[in-house]
């Protein structure tokens, strides 16, 4: 059974109940996690703030010892975590163990090297016999809660940082996903100071009384809209301070001065990674109407031969058909669409073309294996159709003329746009969006910068 890792100890739930796992692959059950109760969230939080007064006065070189020892343990068992995530998410198994496993421990290793270099403004009399300086210090006791698209990443994403920068952590996992995470703070528990990082495991009323728990200092979210927004409320009572990644809808801006086949070959592969359950998917194609055709045939080729895993559940991929069966009549679905006659959540690479602005195929964060193809006449028209959504995640744009990839980096409302390539992510890369992706960065020297409070300390001379 999967466990909360509270104060060191891996525990079950104070009420004894239990939630059944299933492997999308198969759709069967393949474990059970324990379910918390608000009681178990008031002990993981009582464990954190246990913690903080010690671990907030430690060095950055005691903090950067303790991360770079646990990117070690977690090396060592990358293996066991990479099946665990495997079992949890119907994931390829060389992709999570290739790829996501050390693209995560290389941030825990980043946190390690850059919380040891602050950055900050000058002390110095900027009024006269007063000299002043700026501290830049721990929130807190930091809430936690992540999503089931890549749990051991996002998990990692947040408490390194917050660890890092001298705060205490109480997780959430999605209750679709918790094993690594769960197993992560295990074998973290020997290397971290009891209480510093906290997991319980639950669903959103477990991710609720987190949120709402007057120990909690900052809460930070990687989720849906929905979420994200309940979380703001619930915080907003004790101005508690809040952080969201939240849905993208990206759009992928592709002009007649394209290399159409390296372009289509890079689109296809970043809507369709992760059976386009990620928060950055090229899923919202905008092509120049003299290529549209062409790209539009290409697209639904690249779908039909590409391979992707199950979708994280029954529930999700019913949602996905139900957006796919409302499908207007000027657009067609041109690739894909169905669902393989076979065990586990698995759905078709899928391709719909001649969508309106206004269509809900458009306007929404589908997360699922489906791009969508608009076209347009000119680049204002372009950046109108981009633009023209409640997301502002990412985007990318593909043509080979300098000023006008200026003018839409530049143009462009997404927390991140590249040229010619779609969403490249690294450790020391900000990642958060605008709009209704939410604010606050994740990675970076701002995803350790969104965990500190800045003080002015003054002394006179
Ligand atoms: P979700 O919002 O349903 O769940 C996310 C987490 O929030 C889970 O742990 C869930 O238990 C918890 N939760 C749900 N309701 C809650 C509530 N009222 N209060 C507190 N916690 C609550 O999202 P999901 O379906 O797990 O993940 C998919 C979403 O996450 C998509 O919208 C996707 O775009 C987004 N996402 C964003 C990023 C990013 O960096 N911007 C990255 C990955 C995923």
Redesign the pocket.
Known sequence: MILNVIDGRAVASSGGDRRELIDPASGAVHGFATESTPADVDVAVAAARGAFDEWRRTTPATRSAALLAAADALEEHADELADLEVTDTGKPADVTRDEEIPASIDVVRYYAGVCRTPEGRSTGEYIEGITSGIRREPVGVCGQ??????PFM?AAWKWAPAVAAGNTVVL?????TPSSTSRMAELLSDILPPGVFNVVC???D???A??AHPGVAMVA????????R??AH?AADRFARVHL????NAPVLIFDDADLDATVEQVAFAALYNAG???TAASRVIAHESVYDDVVQRLAEAARTTTIGPLISGE?RERVRSMLAATPAHAKLVAGGGAPDRDGFFLEPTVVAGLRQDDELVQS?I?GPVITVQSFHDDDEALALANGVEQG?TASVWTRSHSRAMRFLRDLDFGAVSVNTHAPMGSELP???FGS??YGK?LGIYGLEDYTRIKHIAHAL
Not at 145 to 150: A, E, G, L, S
Not at 222 to 227: F, H, K, N, V
């Open positions: 809660i992540t999503p089931w698209n890549y996002m959430k996992p999605s209750e679709l639950g669903g959103a477990v991710g609720a987190l949120a979210v990687t989720g849906s809209p929905r979420t994200g309940a979380v619930a990644e939240l849905g993208g359950q990620d928060c999700h964060e997360f995640l990642h958060g969006g992706s939410g994740d």
